[in-house]
């Protein structure tokens, strides 16, 4: 019966090779003549399907009784289960399942070590016990399973391009160093990559054909809906009931049904390609190598020391305790935004701060933040330990007699977590604290002449600037600038001080423990970091400062006091009311010069107050002035008044009454002189005092005294000489009543002679 159906079977075959498939055996990619053009009918459907296989021969049956039933078992008239695997081995394609010993007893197979080489197991030979193998096999398998029958292991079987995962295990020796097993691999990969030879261009397009047409999307089974179910499981609902994320959804969806029907059609055509027959009737003589797997055997001889380890850190760390999970919870819930130093709203705020205010500022905003640390966070988590004291409580002691190490162990981690997090926020302060500075890490250097817009940026703190003679300083000077800058940094640190742990007040009768948390040094690396970061934008925002003093080099004289001795010395020598206006002028120029100048200067970093040093400055630059002015309004009030004493002596002279002829001669020649050479010289004099009064009226504010002084003094002018006019009625009289006693005596003496 089995010579008979061996008998059908060939038949079958010989019949089979008339099919109309028979040109995919083509060795030359045959091809039909064209059709005439006359004919207009569209082409039949056998011509069709001859000219797509002459090209691409089928890969799969139209009609079988499986859906995805390789082309080439038509050539072995196979079952189904027959057909199953059969390209594992060419040895084995011809097997058949009614071959195989019917058992029906239990039976023992003894399995040897493997030897795992590119991914394939092998057994080794077969046991010295022949009776504990109830296995058989035709006369053609009996060969070593060892040998050449699995064609990924002989150089003229089929090289198969399924993935490799290379693995090495040396039974009974130590493994190798991870090194070691690379480089075997590698060697063997080389091997087998020098055995094949690398796909065409042509080998290359067919194979993508065959990948993509090859195999039907119907001929596959459908995904089980069970994987969505167990792929949505670990995806959070949030995510899949989110009306923004459908698009998405139904996109990934679509893209994992593409990417499971995709590799099962490659697994197909991959393993169709393993038969050689196969590959030269399609025409692929190679196709890619897949990119290797390597695994590898780590040494374990520190396996015991970790299992132990990992033991102790779980039994003694606690960092799987659901209590650690509620306190980084609540700390990301609501402290994670917690700073002791708020620079957003000090960038918000008024800028740039005097230096107290700037150190008020710190100290109250580092307060605080402290107050929040000990009255919310350290009793919210006392709270969280008490309404979770499950969590915790199996540590404490069972009796009085069982020790507290584990409780103590287990607060230990508790404090120690929250010092991480207590340093955390330190050093995030921190940070913050060296980015607020760090908005002028370029530095404040500029370019002369000084432009008010190139430092738009908030400045941060106010220097006043002041004169202590000769120099100009800052105040408060840099060093102190500097070491207000350095407290802050010490100011968040030590605000962060002294926070007691959370069994402080879960115990309040706990005695000689330390019970504070742990927090940031001030001699730690890290702060050490921050301060030097700081450090160099502070020189860098020092230069612009010392160069805006340039500014002021002009006006050196003004603050050495050489324009003061330039004046005094001025004054000393002889000099016309112009040479007192071109000098008032010019100082007043200067003033105003320094009046016109910026009162606030934005540089970066600082902003300097000139306002107190400009005004000291325009202070020198008047007293300058008033001093040139006073000393013309000194003279003018003396010399007024000389003219006037001048005037009120001549009044006082010539409104006497001669009492003999001799005085009545005098006055009347000092009248004589008065009215034609003294009241002329004070005319002249009156010319001066009329020039220094319009500059006194440009310059100065004179006293009630002086202006009736001036007065009292350009009115003598018209005064004398009413003076004068009655004083010579007066002599005129006096000399007529002379001259008439005169007479008199005369003619009494004649008379008297006469007699």
């Excluded at 195989?100 to 016990?129: C, D, F, H, M, W």
């Excluded at 198969?160 to 097993?181: A, D, F, I, K, Y």
Aim: glycine share 2%.
């Amino acid at each position: 019966m089995d010579n008979m159906s061996d008998m059908d079977c060939s038949s079958q075959k010989i019949h089979k090779s008339d099919s109309i498939h028979h040109m995919s055996h083509s060795q030359m990619r045959p091809e039909l003549p064209p059709l005439p053009a006359s004919a207009n009918e569209e082409p039949s459907e056998l011509y069709q399907t001859v000219m797509s296989h002459s090209f691409y021969p089928p890969l799969m049956q139209r009609t079988s009784w499986t859906l995805a039933a390789p082309f080439k078992e038509q050539h072995h008239h196979c079952g189904p289960s027959d057909s199953i695997a059969n390209n594992y081995s060419l040895m084995a394609q011809d097997l058949k399942l009614k071959d195989l010993l019917k058992v029906y007893q239990p039976v023992t197979i003894n399995v040897p070590r493997e030897k795992i080489v590119q991914g394939l197991p092998l057994a080794n030979k077969s046991s010295s016990e022949p009776n504990k193998k109830k296995m058989k096999f035709s006369p053609k398998d009996k060969e070593d399973l060892t040998g050449t029958r699995l064609a990924c292991n002989t150089s003229t079987s089929l090289p198969m391009r399924t993935e490799v995962v290379t693995s090495l295990t040396l039974p009974g020796s130590r493994p190798m160093s991870p090194e070691e097993q690379i480089d075997v691999m590698l060697q063997q990969e080389m091997e087998i990559e020098s055995q094949e030879t690398k796909p065409t261009e042509s080998d290359l397009e067919r194979y993508y054909y065959y990948l993509t047409n090859g195999v039907q999307k119907h001929m596959i089974a459908p995904e089980e809906d069970e994987v969505m179910v167990r792929i949505s499981k670990l995806i959070s609902n949030t995510l899949l009931t989110s009306p923004f994320l459908e698009p998405l959804m139904t996109v990934l969806v679509e893209e994992k049904e593409n990417d499971y029907y995709s590799s099962l059609m490659k697994s197909i055509v991959d393993y169709i390609l393993m038969d050689p027959m196969e590959r030269k009737r399609l025409f692929i003589e190679s196709i890619p190598r897949a990119f290797p797997q390597r695994v590898i055997r780590a040494p374990v001889p520190w396996h015991s020391a970790y299992s132990s380890a990992k033991k102790w850190n779980e039994d003694h760390l606690h960092t799987v305790n659901p209590m650690m999970l509620s306190l980084k919870r609540l700390w990301f819930t609501e402290f994670k935004d917690l700073r002791f130093v708020r620079t957003a709203e000090l960038l918000a705020g008024k800028l740039p701060l005097q230096p107290h205010e700037y150190q008020d500022v710190i100290q109250k905003h580092c307060m605080e933040a402290r107050q929040i640390l000990l009255n919310k966070w350290i009793p919210t988590c006392a709270q969280l330990f008490v309404s979770q004291k499950e969590q915790w409580v199996l540590f404490a002691p069972k009796s009085d007699y069982d020790s507290s190490r584990r409780i103590e162990e287990y607060f230990a981690s508790v404090a120690s977590f929250m010092s991480l997090q207590l340093r955390e926020l330190v050093i995030k302060s921190l940070k913050d604290l060296v980015s607020f500075f760090l908005i002028h890490k370029d530095g404040n250097d500029f370019e002369e002449p000084y432009q008010e817009m190139e430092f738009f940026k908030p400045q941060l703190i106010m220097i006043k600037l002041e004169v202590n003679e000769p120099i100009i300083v800052f105040n408060p000077s840099f060093d102190d600038c500097w070491e207000l800058i350095h407290n802050s940094f010490l100011e968040i640190i030590k605000n962060s001080r002294g926070i007691p742990k959370v069994e402080s007040i879960l115990f309040p009768e706990l005695k000689g423990y330390n019970l504070i948390l742990g927090t940031v040094n001030a001699d730690e690396k890290l702060v050490s970091d921050f301060v030097d970061q700081t450090f160099e934008v502070f020189q860098k925002n020092q230069v612009g400062p010392y160069k805006y003093l340039n500014v002021y080099k002009k006006y050196d004289d003004l603050l050495d006091n050489t324009a003061e001795q330039n004046i005094t010395a001025f004054l000393k020598e002889n000099h016309e009311i112009e040479d007192f206006v071109m000098r008032i002028n010019s100082i007043k120029k200067r003033r105003n010069e320094i009046a016109s100048m910026h009162n606030t200067v934005p540089l970066a970093m600082f902003c300097l107050d000139t306002m107190s040093l400009n005004y000291d400055i325009c202070e020198r630059a008047q007293n300058l002035k008033d001093h040139l002015i006073q000393f013309q309004v000194d003279v003018n009030r003396d010399t007024n008044t000389s003219i006037c004493n001048q005037y009120s002596m001549v009044a006082d002279k010539v409104s006497e009454i001669p009492v003999n002829t001799r005085e009545l001669v005098f006055l009347i020649q000092f009248l004589k002189k008065s009215s034609d050479v003294t009241v002329f010289k004070l005319r002249r004099q009156l010319r001066d005092a009329a020039e220094r009064l319009e500059f006194l009226m440009d310059y100065a504010d004179l006293p009630q005294e002086d202006i009736k002084l001036n007065s009292t003094l350009f009115l003598w002018p018209d005064q004398i000489e009413d003076i004068f006019e009655n004083s010579r009625n007066l002599l005129l009289s006096k000399r007529d009543q002379a001259e008439m006693d005169l007479i008199k005596r005369y003619r009494e003496s004649l008379r008297l002679f006469s007699k």
